[in-house]
């Protein structure tokens, strides 16, 4: 079971439903106890009254026993038909073994059944005596009671009276009913009412949960839980996790602050160092050999220029210190500027380039020279990983109500695998063919278009096949 509140209900029940059956159990042995013990008091009251209705008319001198047309002896009328009267079996015994006497409970039974409680009454005992006997395989217990009979005169035997549990009243057949009937509504009810208690309980477990989610995307770290009105289990977990969060926040804060400090401090250093190195490259008495260094040397600090000022871009939007100045402008014009930087990178990469704008003004309000980064990253990019004569083409127009800026080249195309990561800031797809300097690159370049695109309100997709080509479109909400 996959929630705490399933697991709580499943406990609940099993719970329940042990302690019905415990009680039902307990319940069913004191009724069966009890019921027992009213039916042995029953039954030797029964024999008391019998003997003592018998002992009595013998010592008045009353005649009890006759014979009858076969010369057997039995009771006489008047005393058979006042023990008819008595429930239960009654069985009364001649001295011989003979029986003197049934009552019609006892005249109803089979006569194999008869033959038994025949057969305990037939050996007179020297004292009362009970017991409970199985007349039938699958017939009741008779509870019994066997008392010699010769005080009430030298010509009987015994008397045995008897009767059926299920004669009793609440037997405890009817009590195990009951509880069978009961236990499943018991059950249903336990479950119902298991889970709306679970339910109500960790409801604000799953706003915890809701809100953790949002504020974990890493940009909402300023937010707070909601604190709990009661100070319990929940309470202390939200709090513990406000904590933490000040904790993390305080950790990615002054991450971003170095970062953004680090770059700035690297900035002004880079900039001396690069006029440094222009102004030696223009000295006319440069020796020969220091030139491809000097050059060299120069590639490598733009290269670091443009990853320190990547690093200070993005560590400004983590802060929230990179706001967008923007204003209404036709697109096209930002298509146009980057027009010739295009062609320059297409010359020297080999490859050629189309650029297609629309006909008429695409107004946009736009940060311009953001968008104007946003779209020379991507050229750069398609120009960086398309094998010579391949082609470029830029395109904006429109599409479904949005506005669109699709980048598409011929070349080597983003493996399936590294498709959902090429926004994250440093992943590179190609990281052992950077290593070699061929394809140069941080891996901060689609993080920031991504940025850019985000933050004009639109989107930015790729749609890639390996070794064909890639087309990156920006789309943007019409105003
Ligand atoms: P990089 O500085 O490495 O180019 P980006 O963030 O611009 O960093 O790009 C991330 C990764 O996405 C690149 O390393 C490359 O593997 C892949 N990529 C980006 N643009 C293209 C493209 N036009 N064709 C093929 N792969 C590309």
């Not at 009364?92 to 305990?120: K, N, W, Y």
């Amino acid at each position: 079971m996959q929630t705490i509140r399933g697991r709580l209900t499943a406990w609940y029940a099993t719970a329940i439903t042990l302690t019905l059956a415990v009680f039902a159990t307990l319940l069913y042995t004191a009724r069966r106890r009890a019921s027992y013990d009213e039916l042995d008091a029953r039954v030797r009251s029964e024999a008391d009254l019998t003997a003592g209705i018998l002992m009595e008319i013998s010592r008045t001198g009353g005649v009890l026993v006759r014979q009858d047309a076969q010369g057997r002896p039995i009771l006489t009328q008047e005393i058979a038909a006042t023990l008819e009267a008595v429930p239960g079996f009654l069985i009364i015994t001649h001295s011989s073994g003979r029986v003197l006497f049934a009552s019609p409970d006892a005249r109803a039974l089979t006569f194999d059944e008869f033959e038994q409680l025949r057969r305990i009454v037939g050996v007179p005992p020297a004292r009362p005596q009970s017991g409970a006997v199985r007349i039938d395989p699958d017939g009741p217990t008779v509870r019994y009671l066997i008392r010699p009979l010769t005080d009430a005169g030298p010509q009987f035997g015994a008397l045995l009276t008897g009767a059926d549990p299920a004669a009793a009243e609440l037997g405890p057949r009817q009590v195990l009913t009951t509880v069978l009937l009961v236990l499943p509504l018991a059950v249903l009810a336990a479950v119902l009412v298991g889970s709306w208690i679970a339910g109500r309980a960790l409801e604000p477990l799953g706003q915890i949960i809701t809100e953790v989610r949002e504020i974990a995307d890493g940009t909402s770290l300023h937010r707070r839980l909601a604190k709990p009105m009661v100070e319990d289990e929940l309470g202390r977990l939200a709090q513990t996790l406000n904590e933490m969060m000040v904790r993390l926040e305080r950790s990615f804060s002054a991450l971003r602050r170095f970062t953004a400090d680090a770059s700035h401090e690297l900035k002004t250093p880079l900039t001396v160092m690069r006029a440094g190195l222009e102004r030696a490259l223009a000295t006319p008495a440069l020796p020969p050999d220091a030139l491809p260094w000097l050059e060299e040397a120069l590639q490598e600090l733009n290269r670091m220029t443009e990853l320190v000022d990547a690093l200070l871009t993005l560590a400004r939007v983590d802060e929230g210190r990179a706001p967008l100045h923007r204003e209404p402008l036709d697109l096209r014009a930002i298509v146009d500027e980057a027009r010739e930087t295009g062609e320059l990178l297409a010359e020297q990469a080999g490859v050629t380039i189309a650029i297609e704008t629309p006909p008429d003004p695409l107004m946009f309000d736009v940060d311009r020279s953001r968008m104007r980064q946003l779209l020379l990253n991507l050229l750069t990019n398609a120009m960086k990983y398309t094998p010579r004569g391949g082609r470029v083409s830029v395109r904006l127009g429109h599409e479904n109500g949005r506005i669109t800026l699709a980048v598409a080249d011929t070349g080597i195309g983003i493996a399936p695998g590294d498709v959902p990561h090429i926004f994250d800031r440093f992943y590179r797809a190609d990281t052992a063919r950077t290593r070699t300097g061929e394809r140069p690159g941080a891996g901060l370049g689609l993080a920031i278009c991504k940025w850019i695109a985000e933050a004009h309100g639109g989107s930015i997709e790729v749609q890639s096949r390996p070794g064909r080509g890639t087309v990156f479109t920006v789309s943007l909400p019409k105003a």
